[in-house]
C-alpha cells in the first residue's frame, strides 16, 4: 500500500494535542507543513481546546499584612482554545507560500475570586497571536526533493492582571493592568521528503522575540487612580526536529525533538503608578519529546497514537513541571475533496512547590500544586483546489 495520502497527517493529527500542553507558555506552531501539500491553493484551519485541572495544596506564604486567601483544594488553571488557519498557495512547481495564524504562546491563572498571597492575585491571563508568512522552494534530490523554507512573523502580545494589592486602612482595593503590543520575528529551516513512502525530515527554527507591551493601570480609589503602565518580557528561540517514516505496508514511525531557550524568561517587569513589580522564572530551557505509530485503515481512513515527554522548565520560583501527553488522532477523507482531521489527548501534570523567592518581596515561596490533568480535543479540516 502505498502512503501518498495518508501523507504526513499522522505526526500533525497528535502534535496538534500535544503542542497545546509543550513547555512553559507554549500553545500552537504555525502550520507550516502545509508547504508539502500536493496541489495550487490548499487551506486548512482548526481549533484545540485545553481543559487543565491543577488544585492548591499548600497557600503561598505571606508575611505581614497580605492579601492572600486559603486556596487549598482550588483549581486555577483556565480552559483556553487554541485556533489555527494555514493558507497556502503554488506559485510555480518549485515555490510555494502560505500565510499562517495562531495563538503561540499564552497562560491563564483564575483563582475563583480569591486572592493569591502577597500580590492578592485574582486572576493574571496573557496570549500572544502570531501572524506569519512562509515560503518553501523545493530542490530535487535523488528520490526525493529538498525543501528550502523561510518567512517571518509578527506576534500581538495581550496581558489582564486583576489584583488587590494594595491597602487602604484595613482593606484592599481592586487594581487592573491591561497591556498590549507586537514584536517581530523570523523562520528558516530544511526538509527533505520522499512522498511514496511517507519519508520527511524537518529542521526548523524560530527566533526569539523582546516585547515591551505598553497600556493603563488603574485602582478603585486612591491619589492614583489610573495612568499608563508597560511590561518587558522576552520569548524564546526555538528548533525542532521532525521525522517520520513508512516502516512496514501501511504503517509509518513518527517522532520530534524541540529545543525551547526558555532560560531567557529571566522575569516579566511591570511599571505602573511609578512602581515596578516583578513575575520572577528564571526559567531552564525545555525540551519536548514525542513518538508515536501511525497507520492506513483504508484510502478514506488513517490514525496514529504518540506519547509525549515534555520537561518541566521550572527551577524553584514557580510550578512549570513535567508533563507526559498521550495522544490519538484520526484523518477522515470526504467526497468533496475535503480532510477532517480529530485529535484528543491526556496530559498528566506533576506536582510541584514554589521554592526560590522571599515573601518580602512578594514572592509566592511556599505556593505548592497536587498533580493534575489537562483533557486536550482537537479539529481540523482542510481543502484542495
Known amino acids: 500500500m502505498r502512503f501518498r495520502g495518508m501523507g504526513y497527517t499522522a505526526l500533525s493529527l497528535v502534535l496538534m494535542a500535544g503542542a497545546a500542553q509543550a513547555n512553559g507558555f507554549s500553545r500552537g506552531t504555525a502550520d507550516t507543513d502545509i508547504l508539502y501539500e500536493p496541489g495550487n491553493f490548499n487551506m486548512r484551519a482548526g481549533v484545540t481546546i485545553v481543559a487543565p485541572s491543577q488544585k492548591t495544596s499548600k497557600n503561598p506564604t505571606v508575611t505581614g499584612v497580605g492579601a492572600g486567601d486559603d486556596l487549598v483544594g482550588q483549581d486555577y488553571l483556565g480552559t483556553y482554545a487554541i485556533p489555527s488557519v494555514g493558507i497556502k498557495y503554488g506559485i510555480t512547481d518549485s515555490l510555494s507560500c502560505a500565510v499562517t495564524y495562531t495563538d503561540s504562546f499564552g497562560a491563564d491563572s483564575d483563582f475563583g475570586g480569591l486572592k493569591k498571597g502577597a500580590k492578592g492575585i485574582v486572576t493574571e491571563e496573557f496570549v500572544v497571536n502570531e501572524f506569519g508568512g512562509t515560503c518553501a522552494y523545493f530542490v530535487p534530490v535523488g528520490p526525493g526533493r529538498l525543501a528550502i523554507l523561510g518567512g517571518a512573523f509578527v506576534e500581538r502580545f495581550d496581558y489582564n492582571l486583576d489584583a488587590y494589592p494594595v491597602s487602604i486602612g484595613s482593606g484592599m482595593v481592586p487594581y487592573n493592568v491591561q497591556l498590549e503590543g507586537n514584536a517581530y520575528g523570523w523562520r528558516a529551516g530544511l526538509g527533505y521528503e520522499i512522498p511514496d513512502i511517507a519519508l520527511r525530515a524537518q529542521l526548523l527554527y524560530k527566533s526569539g522575540t523582546s516585547h515591551t507591551p505598553d497600556g493603563t493601570f488603574s485602582v478603585a480609589s486612591g491619589a492614583l487612580a489610573s495612568g499608563p503602565a508597560m511590561g518587558v518580557g522576552e520569548l524564546p528561540q526555538t528548533v525542532e526536529l521532525r521525522v517520520q517514516s513508512g516502516i512496514a505496508p501501511g504503517w509509518l514511525a513518527f517522532g520530534s525533538v524541540l529545543w525551547t531557550d526558555w532560560s ?6 511591570i511599571s ?8 520572577k ?3 531552564r530551557d525545555g525540551w519536548t519529546v514525542t513518538g508515536g505509530v501511525g497507520h492506513v485503515f483504508n484510502d ?5 497514537v504518540s506519547l509525549q515527554w515534555d520537561r518541566g522548565v521550572s527551577t524553584g520560583y514557580d510550578l512549570r513541571t513535567d508533563k507526559w501527553v498521550l495522544g490519538a488522532g484520526i484523518s477522515l477523507k470526504d467526497d468533496l475533496g475535503g480532510e477532517l482531521r480529530l485529535g484528543a489527548a491526556a496530559a498528566y501534570l506533576a506536582s510541584g512547590e514554589v521554592t526560590e523567592g ?5 514572592d509566592d515561596t511556599g505556593w505548592a500544586v497536587d498533580s493534575g490533568w489537562a483533557g486536550i480535543l482537537s479539529a481540523a479540516y482542510k481543502v484542495n483546489w
Open 264 to 269: 531567557v524568561n529571566e522575569t516579566l517587569q
Open 272 to 279: 505602573a503608578g511609578g512602581t515596578t513589580s516583578e513575575n
Open 281 to 283: 522564572y528564571y526559567w
Open 300 to 304: 478514506r481512513m488513517s490514525g496514529a
Open 358 to 362: 522571599s515573601p518580602l518581596a512578594g
